[in-house]
């Protein structure tokens, strides 16, 4: 690290050894934390996190959820080192593109990888509840395991025809402007950049009523409760049908989704470099 101002860090390896590091070098050294949880905090890791996050000048916490929770982890001592900065999008990237499809399919998306923390079972599962003329597209890589269960799901419950994997894309704001419904189902989240994305698109956005989800969607888009599949599909129904409610919901993501500008967040890490000088 020698040569260097400023070094930040972002996960667990590189948090441990720009701690180790940072013993040997004369810079100012920040992490980000970026989840609610994590395997390590128990009992038999606290003390050895409390070192090497007390090696930082800062700990940027993505939320309020994920500040509270480390503190937890790592003591109230800490609360003057940590801040919170949200994650930041690049806005125009996905409101700048407009929707050019003439579909008589009402086309439901969700952008995520398969992973634990997150929930697709209960949104195939709603489709279950919706007319046959609603079709769900499914984006992103993951777990070849859960893809698969996923799969089988789909199988069992006869939407084939319905349901569609489409793996890992690099076109997302396209597919976002083509959709009449984003959704994002999960058992938890950090502070998750495809809500944020999905509620930047004009499209309206329902989300799971859960941690790192509850604090942003909520009052803006639409929250269901965890794992209830007919509500998922009510609130979808009810968007896809109900014109004025789709605009008010619209509105009111594209206001929330203003507050997480890329250029706010930028902003916010140079103050805070700046300020630590």
Same mark, same amino acid.
């Given at each position: 690290?020698?040569?260097?101002?400023?070094?930040?860090?972002? !996960?667990?390896?590189?948090?441990?050894?720009?701690?180790?590091?940072?013993?040997?070098?004369?810079?100012?050294?920040? %992490?980000? $934390? #970026?989840? %609610?949880?994590?395997?390590?905090?128990?009992?038999?890791?606290?003390?050895?996190?409390?070192?090497?996050?007390?090696?930082?000048?800062?700990?940027?916490?993505?939320?309020?959820? %994920?500040?509270? !929770?480390?503190?937890?982890?790592?003591?109230?001592?800490?609360?003057?080192?940590?801040?919170?900065?949200? !994650?930041?999008?690049?806005? @125009?990237?996905?409101?700048?593109?407009?929707?050019? #499809?003439?579909?008589?399919?009402?086309?439901?998306?969700?952008?995520?990888?398969?992973?634990?923390?997150?929930?697709?079972?209960? +949104?195939?599962?709603?489709? @279950?509840?919706?007319?046959?003329?609603? &079709?769900?597209?499914?984006?992103?890589?993951?777990?070849?395991?859960?893809?698969?269960?996923?799969?089988?799901? &789909? #199988?069992?419950?006869?939407?084939?025809?319905?349901? $569609?994997?489409?793996?890992?894309?690099?076109?997302?704001?396209?597919? +976002?402007?083509?959709?009449?419904?984003? &959704?994002?189902?999960?058992?938890? $989240?950090? +502070?998750?950049?495809?809500?944020?994305?999905?509620?930047?698109?004009?499209?309206?956005? &329902?989300?799971?009523?859960?941690?790192? +989800?509850?604090?942003?969607?909520?009052?803006?888009?639409?929250?269901?409760?965890?794992?209830?599949?007919?509500?998922?599909?009510?609130?979808?129904?009810?968007?896809? $049908?109900?014109?004025?409610?789709?605009?008010?919901?619209?509105?009111?993501?594209?206001?929330?989704?203003?507050?997480?500008?890329?250029?706010?967040?930028?902003?916010?890490?140079?103050?805070?470099?700046?300020?630590?000088?």
């Amino acid at each position: 690290m020698r040569g260097y101002d400023i070094v930040h860090s972002h !996960n667990t390896a590189c948090q441990y050894f720009v701690a180790i590091a940072s013993l040997f070098a004369q810079c100012r050294v920040f %992490t980000t $934390e #970026h989840n %609610t949880s994590n395997r390590r905090r128990n009992i038999w890791w606290r003390m050895l996190d409390r070192w090497m996050y007390g090696r930082y000048d800062k700990i940027v916490c993505i939320s309020e959820l %994920t500040k509270k !929770n480390l503190i937890l982890h790592i003591g109230e001592s800490f609360d003057g080192k940590c801040i919170i900065i949200y !994650n930041g999008i690049d806005l @125009k990237t996905f409101s700048a593109i407009p929707s050019s #499809h003439i579909n008589k399919k009402k086309k439901v998306l969700m952008v995520s990888a398969f992973r634990a923390q997150k929930d697709q079972k209960t +949104l195939i599962k709603a489709m @279950k509840e919706l007319p046959s003329d609603y &079709v769900l597209e499914l984006a992103g890589g993951g777990e070849e395991r859960l893809i698969d269960e996923c799969k089988q799901l &789909v #199988h069992e419950l006869q939407l084939d025809e319905r349901v $569609e994997f489409m793996g890992v894309r690099t076109d997302i704001p396209s597919l +976002l402007a083509e959709s009449e419904v984003v &959704v994002l189902s999960s058992h938890y $989240e950090g +502070l998750s950049l495809s809500s944020l994305e999905g509620m930047a698109s004009g499209k309206p956005f &329902v989300a799971s009523d859960v941690e790192g +989800l509850r604090d942003v969607v909520g009052g803006y888009g639409v929250l269901f409760p965890h794992g209830d599949a007919k509500a998922l599909a009510h609130e979808i129904q009810r968007l896809c $049908e109900d014109e004025l409610y789709a605009k008010l919901v619209v509105g009111r993501c594209l206001t929330r989704a203003k507050m997480f500008d890329v250029e706010v967040m930028a902003r916010m890490y140079m103050n805070t470099y700046e300020r630590e000088q």
